[in-house]
């Protein structure tokens, strides 16, 4: 476009007429009109693709988190599998094995197994099998703190003498404590594998050493553990009085440590003559085959 020269409307390029005025023109006679400014330029903007970005992030996060609680609800509904606890009589189990890995290890150490109890000419009673036993069990701290040239209930040595041993203690026997605060054992040794002063050795269990107990439960007449006198023959019977050996409750027989280290659970309508080739290490006697226990009685 240009303007005319005469009312400075504006006329095409090609125009000689004026269609405002009437006039005529020639087309260099016209004005040419100003040409229209460039469009503004936009300062950049650079916060534009970092929101686009965090944006982005954010919405990926949202999806993530969502998928995540859909999976947390849908397994949260899936029922699963309860697992029971170890029953009373499978800890015990436990712990009497423990006691015989422990008789074995000192056994490998010392060649003999520890005296049943310890006493001088004048029948001070000093310390216990259990007593000795202790370092082998995991209770090494406790050993060290024994005063072993005092007997086991002098006043230095009731701190040590009041820790409770968990293999020594049945979870289902609720005592733990005599009234003076010595920790009680709820095991007994085998009188005749364990004699006062002089530790036996394996190769002198002649009749076998899965053929001999040689520590059992008892359920009465409980003894602190650091009490040498801790023993009792087992051919005296079960569930005969607060010397014998017996279970709580009497549950259909008593759990019993073999030489070997397996358990045993002996029936207490066991035979007499049984009971007491089992006791014996070097009796003879022909004992029968009886399996190492796997189930609780009933």
Same mark, same amino acid.
């Given at each position: ?8 409307a ?33 300062? =950049? ?23 995540q ?15 029971? !606890?170890?029953?009373n009589?499978?800890l ?5 094995k423990?006691?015989g ?30 007593? !000795?036993?202790?370092?082998f ?21 009731q ?5 409770g ?5 049945n979870? !289902? ?73 017996g ?12 030489a070997?280290?397996s ?23 022909e004992?029968?085959e009886? =399996?190492?226990?796997?189930?609780p009685?009933?």
């Amino acid at each position: 476009m240009k303007t005319c020269p005469n009312c400075t409307a504006a006329v095409p390029e090609l125009a000689s007429f004026c269609a405002s005025c009437g006039s005529e023109f020639h087309g260099a006679d016209a004005v040419p009109l100003e040409s229209a400014p460039p469009p503004p330029v936009l300062p =950049p903007r650079p916060w534009l693709w970092v929101a686009g970005i965090g944006a982005f992030f954010v919405l990926l996060v949202g999806c993530f988190v969502s998928i995540q609680t859909i999976l947390i609800y849908r397994q949260a509904a899936i029922p699963r599998p309860t697992v029971a !606890a170890p029953s009373n009589f499978t800890l015990n189990e436990r712990n009497f094995k423990q006691i015989g890995v422990a008789l074995h290890n000192y056994h490998d150490v010392f060649s003999v197994m520890p005296a049943g109890g310890i006493f001088d000419e004048q029948g001070t009673e000093f310390h216990s099998w259990q007593t !000795a036993l202790l370092p082998f069990l995991g209770y090494g701290e406790t050993y060290e703190t024994v005063f072993f040239e005092l007997p086991w209930n002098a006043q230095e040595n009731q701190w040590p003498m009041g820790e409770g041993i968990r293999q020594y203690l049945n979870p !289902a026997i609720p005592q733990t404590h005599t009234g003076s605060g010595y920790a009680l054992s709820h095991v007994a040794g085998n009188s005749q594998v364990f004699p006062d002063n002089k530790g036996l050795a394996f190769k002198e269990i002649v009749d076998g050493t899965s053929n001999t107990l040689i520590a059992g439960e008892v359920v009465d007449g409980f003894a602190p553990w650091g009490y040498p006198r801790n023993v009792r023959d087992p051919a005296d019977g079960l569930h005969g009085d607060s010397r014998t050996f017996g279970s709580l409750g009497k549950k259909g027989g008593v759990m019993f440590l073999k030489a070997d280290g397996s358990t045993v659970f002996v029936n207490n309508d066991v035979d007499p003559s049984v009971l007491k080739a089992l006791s014996t290490p070097a009796g003879g006697e022909e004992t029968p085959e009886m =399996p190492s226990m796997r189930n609780p009685p009933p």
